[in-house]
């Protein structure tokens, strides 16, 4: 069954810095798995499967919530077979109210939900780099982005909703912030 994702996206010089740091991993080291399954770097909010996408997009139309800086707290990565790279956020009050207000009034909808949704595991991430990385490699990868270790900050400015399958994300609903 199809996976849906409800994520956030964001604008600023730090989604260009992003969006470069996929560009240089492609070109100069071939990893390439997450640009070339996602249209753009998001934060997912809650994922799985959904029996019914217009209840979830009718929620989301009708959320109100105002744009808000986000800061970045640098690059992480999670030890798994082979290694996940991410740029980490920090969990201000802003973002907080938005994960429970989305979370709460969707996750109800989602059967077989992610695990990682639930508010007691949920990590503010961007995935930069998976599934092509290896532990022999994490050292070249970390210093070809090693500009994304810095404090820098985003504007969270819209919710995504996004379908997920064996080829990739397509997103499908995009809601402004106000």
Same mark, same amino acid.
């Given at each position: ?13 730090? !989604? $260009?810095? %992003?969006? #470069?740091?996929? /560009? ?7 990893? +390439?798995?997450?640009?070339?399954? =996602? ?55 802003? !973002? $907080?109210? %938005?994960? #429970?207000?989305? /979370? ?7 059967? +077989?939900?992610?695990?990682?949704? =639930? ?60």
């Amino acid at each position: 069954m199809k996976q849906y994702a409800i994520a956030l996206a964001f604008k600023g010089k730090l !989604l $260009k810095e %992003l969006l #470069n740091a996929w /560009h240089i991993l492609d070109k100069e080291m071939k990893i +390439n798995a997450i640009p070339s399954l =996602s249209p753009r770097p998001h934060i997912t909010i809650n994922a799985g499967e959904l029996n019914n996408t217009e209840k979830i997009i009718k929620i989301l139309k009708k959320i109100k919530f105002k744009k808000f800086k986000l800061t970045s707290l640098g690059i992480g990565i999670f030890a798994k077979k082979e290694p996940i790279v991410y740029l980490r956020w920090e969990q201000n009050n802003n !973002l $907080k109210k %938005l994960f #429970n207000l989305v /979370h709460n009034k969707t996750s109800k909808l989602y059967k +077989n939900k992610n695990r990682f949704s =639930s508010p007691a595991f949920w990590i503010p991430k961007t995935t930069i780099a998976m599934k092509d990385t290896k532990y022999s490699n994490l050292e070249l990868i970390l210093k070809k982005i090693n500009f994304l270790s810095g404090l820098n900050y985003a504007i969270i400015d819209s919710i995504i909703f996004i379908s997920c399958d064996e080829n990739g994300e397509t997103f499908l609903n995009e809601f402004d912030l106000k």
